[in-house]
T-cell receptor, first 114, second 117 residues
Framework: DGGITQSPKYLFRKEGQNVTLSCEQNLNHDAMYWYRQDPGQGLRLIYYSQIVNDFQKGDIAEGYSVSREKKESFPLTVTSAQKNPTAFYLC?????????????FGPGTRLTVT | AQTVTQSQPEMSVQEAETVTLSCTYDTSESNYYLFWYKQPPSRQMILVIRQEAYKQQNATENRFSVNFQKAAKSFSLKISDSQLGDTAMYFCASFLQTQGGSEKLVFGKGTKLTVNP
């Protein structure tokens, strides 16, 4: 079955530690996205990538880093510089980085930092 | 800054009745796309309906339809014959073109819809 997988579903880390969230897609999509969702908020864009080895900052990129070495994979690292990392993180992909095309979402990762 | 506003944080409706969720947006583009996404308790985001701004006809998908008022920058979602499975957060999203020429979605804060039996 084609889709987007995110692992793990729940992640717990101590403050000061970097943590990497996985996102893999087998839809052959060019574009991939990372969003953060907080209670009472919509989705806010962290980073996006339109093509392998290229990515752009979204609205809230500070304290995060990404890589896009393969078309299928777009991991997100939450660094110790992110002041409020506890949140629900959603990965998405689309055929092209064009709002005309539907973004398909993964099931999300709930990160808790204490 | 481009914005999408959902003025109803929470709504409820009786099963089988009709409910309308409101959304207004701000864009300077003449052609763009608007979306409604559903996020049930599982938190999986699912596209409900999409509207292309250059099309005057309102989009419909089974029990879901939109009322697209381009001049007013309004994009409401109507759910007919509400079902218990429609209970979810609903997010309105609009097109935004960045300075670099790429495009991204901007989301509203969502409306929590509860369908009561």
């Amino acid at each position: 079955d084609g889709g987007i997988t995110q692992s793990p579903k729940y992640l717990f880390r101590k403050e000061g530690q970097n943590v990497t969230l996985s996102c893999e897609q087998n839809l052959n999509h060019d574009a991939m996205y990372w969003y953060r969702q907080d209670p009472g908020q919509g989705l806010r864009l962290i980073y996006y990538s339109q093509i392998v080895n290229d990515f752009q900052k979204g609205d809230i990129a500070e304290g995060y880093s990404v890589s896009r070495e393969k078309k299928e994979s777009f991991p997100l690292t939450v660094t110790s510089a992110q002041k409020n990392p506890t949140a629900f993180y959603l990965c998405a992909s689309s055929t092209v980085a064009d709002a005309a095309y539907e973004q398909y979402f993964g099931p999300g990762t709930r990160l808790t930092v204490t | 800054a481009q914005t999408v506003t959902q003025s109803q944080p929470e709504m409820s409706v009786q099963e089988a009745e009709t409910v309308t969720l409101s959304c207004t947006y701000d864009t300077s583009e003449s052609n763009y796309y608007l979306f409604w996404y559903k996020q049930p308790p599982s938190r999986q985001m699912i596209l409900v309906i999409r509207q292309e701004a250059y099309k005057q006809q309102n989009a419909t998908e089974n029990r879901f339809s939109v009322n697209f008022q381009k001049a007013a920058k309004s994009f409401s979602l109507k759910i007919s014959d509400s079902q218990l499975g429609d209970t979810a957060m609903y997010f309105c999203a609009s097109f935004l073109q960045t300075q670099g020429g790429s495009e991204k979605l901007v989301f509203g804060k969502g409306t929590k819809l509860t369908v009561n039996p």
